[in-house]
């Protein structure tokens, strides 16, 4: 199983991105999936999950409203859409299983998002 992040760049506060977690080696629709973000020096924190089967989805205080977590079956991929966005925001993105998942794939390399006028 392999997840590839994709989408980060430089963006001004109030921009917007798209984020992208392709996978391979394994079905995203099967599975519950999640996005999450860290800061050099500190914990990965979640961000957002999409849940399996359906597409209930949860996300931290700190970007409710605000980001958007979405899966494209055909494309086997799963979007973070961020708007309004914040310096606060910048950290490098990562897409996985929920924390709590038994079903935890290997780490990719994540996607730098730096929100900065």
């Known amino acids: 199983a392999r997840l590839v992040e994709s989408g980060g760049g430089l963006v001004q506060p109030g921009g917007s991105l798209r984020l992208s977690c392709s996978a391979s080696?394994?079905?995203?629709?099967?599975?519950?999936m999640s996005w999450y973000r860290q800061n050099s020096g500190k914990e990965r924190e979640l961000v957002a999950t999409?849940?399996?089967?359906?597409?209930?989805?949860l996300y931290s205080d700190s970007v409710k409203g605000r980001f958007t977590i979405s899966r494209d079956n055909a494309k086997n991929t799963v979007y973070l859409q961020m708007n309004s966005m914040k310096p606060e925001d910048t950290a490098v993105y990562y897409c996985?299983?929920?924390?709590?998942?038994?079903?935890?794939?290997?780490w990719g390399q994540g996607t730098q998002v730096t929100v900065s006028s």
């Open positions: 996985n299983t929920p924390p709590q998942s038994p079903y935890r794939k290997n």
């Open positions: 080696g394994f079905t995203v629709s099967a599975y519950a």
């Open positions: 999409i849940w399996s089967p359906g597409q209930a989805t």
